[in-house]
């Protein structure tokens, strides 16, 4: 970050901050060989091996204005996230995604007096599918709740405002506050569960009982 002054109370500043993160999932199940009573056949259906790489470019400008009852800040950033997923067994399959968003932020500190002020906050995020979301193979370690996750995902989007509102009496010790929030998300990661009323074959031949 670089911060460059433009006045007693206006300062410039200009960030850059970019990341890479690797994941690397490798499961394997095995059944049971009659032949020797041992757990030693692998299981293709539910076995995989999975590689995972996010990278993200993020960099923006803003304004600060401190005054002696106002701060402020405004910032605006541009993102590039791409997203590599690499599954190479039972079958080699890839697939590649990158978003770029424009995430604002702003506060606002507002001093009526030294013992009421008024804050505000407006904050923008992603939230990327980690490897278990995103991984299509079915884990039965819990023969009543299997699960599996979408590779189709994108990247989740929120917005948040946050007010806080205070003021002290330090007359009578009384002190009174008001607190609120908002928050809005596109593209939601979540869960989808489906329960079975008889007998279903969810993948592969692998069977989900009634009750799972």
């Known amino acids: 970050m670089y911060t460059e002054p433009l006045g007693k109370a206006l300062q410039l500043f200009v960030n850059y901050a ?28 539910l076995s995989n091996r999975f590689n995972n790489l996010q990278t993200t470019n993020r960099g923006g400008a803003g304004i600060r204005l401190r005054t002696p009852k106002l701060m402020g800040v405004v910032n605006v950033n541009l993102q590039e996230f791409t997203l590599q997923n690499a599954t190479t067994f039972p079958a080699d399959l890839s697939l590649r995604k990158s978003w770029v968003n424009v995430l604002p932020f702003a506060m606002l500190n507002y001093k009526f007096s030294s013992a009421t002020n008024l804050r505000l906050f407006y904050r923008t995020n992603t939230n990327a599918p980690s490897v278990a979301q995103l991984q299509n193979v079915v884990d039965n370690s819990n023969p009543l709740q299997l699960s599996t996750g979408n590779p189709d995902l994108k990247q989740e989007f929120s917005q948040s405002i946050t007010a ?9 010790s009384r002190s ?32 989900r009982r009634p009750g799972a």
């Open 18 to 45: 970019p990341s890479r993160t690797y994941n690397f999932s490798d499961r394997e199940t095995f059944r049971i060989d009659t032949s020797t009573n041992e757990y030693t056949r692998l299981d293709t259906s």
């Open 164 to 172: 806080r509102f205070g003021t002290t009496n330090a007359n009578t």
């Open 176 to 207: 009174l506050f008001f607190n609120g929030s908002a928050s809005f998300t596109n593209q939601y990661i979540a869960n989808a569960t489906l329960l079975a009323n008889s007998d279903t074959t969810v993948y592969e031949g692998i069977q």
